[in-house]
């Protein structure tokens, strides 16, 4: 069964930064996508950012584009997303999300198969 931790949330000022991870039990030999989402209240989950555990080829959401990064580590079991100038907009909970090398539309949350629990993200001053 495949377990997806994320840790790294919490409360920020406007053009702060934050960083999360999420560690991933190996859910297959070779490559798979791994991404990060998040949500508001009474709003759909949006896709932040994707990468091919493989080849680090990433995707990214037009409003984070330039402020956030995804990146893997070496061994292809932990993704961090680094979030910088930080938007009150940005607020949400975020999700780590993990799917097969089949996916077409790396930010839609119908694709990924395995879902972490969540942190929050808060940009207030």
């Known amino acids: 069964q495949v377990h997806l931790a994320e840790s790294g949330g919490g409360s920020v000022q406007p053009g702060g930064s934050l960083r999360l991870s999420c560690s991933a039990s190996?859910?297959?030999?070779?490559?798979?996508?791994m991404a990060w989402f998040r949500q508001v209240p009474g709003k759909e989950r949006e896709g932040v950012a994707a990468i091919f555990i493989g080849d680090r080829r990433t995707i990214y959401h037009d409003s984070v584009r330039g402020r956030f990064t995804i990146a893997q580590d070496d061994a292809g079991s932990t993704v961090s997303l680094q979030m910088n100038s930080l938007r009150p907009e940005d607020t949400a909970t975020y999700y780590c999300a993990a799917g097969g090398s089949w996916i077409r539309n790396k930010l839609r949350p119908s694709e990924y198969s395995y879902w972490g629990q969540g942190t929050q993200v808060t940009v207030s001053s």
């Open positions: 190996r859910i297959a030999t070779g490559s798979f996508y």
